[in-house]
């Protein structure tokens, strides 16, 4: 059974920064596409990141200030964020790419 724990967010001013982690267990890590997707109040759920061996993707919106990465000892792949701006609020889930494997959810404010 494939669990993924999130971990992070909260409330930040707008240019801040936050990193968000998602630890796996119940598949092999390593080799499995990792993502995290975003839903903001009133919009559908949208891809932000994702990341595979040896490549990594980004929505053109975060492109720049987010980072996405992995630590596969750790089965953690991690969403550091920054230049953080109000319409980077949003509940952010991580997910097994090709599975419908879900992190719970971890809501992100960006306020002043």
């Known amino acids: 059974q494939v669990q993924l724990v999130q971990s992070g967010g909260g409330l930040v001013q707008p240019g801040g920064s936050l990193r968000l982690s998602c630890a796996a267990s119940?598949?092999?890590?390593?080799?499995?596409?990792m993502g995290w997707y975003r839903q903001a109040p009133g919009k559908e759920r949208e891809l932000v990141a994702s990341i595979s061996i040896g490549s990594t993707k980004y929505a053109d919106s975060v492109k720049g200030r987010f980072t996405i990465s992995r630590d596969n000892a750790k089965k953690t792949v991690y969403l550091q964020m920054d230049s953080l701006k109000v319409e980077d609020t949003a509940v952010y889930y991580c997910?097994?790419?090709?599975?419908?494997?879900w992190g719970k959810g971890t809501l992100v404010t960006v306020s002043s």
């Open positions: 997910k097994v790419m090709g599975m419908d494997a």
């Open positions: 119940g598949i092999i890590f390593s080799i499995n596409p």
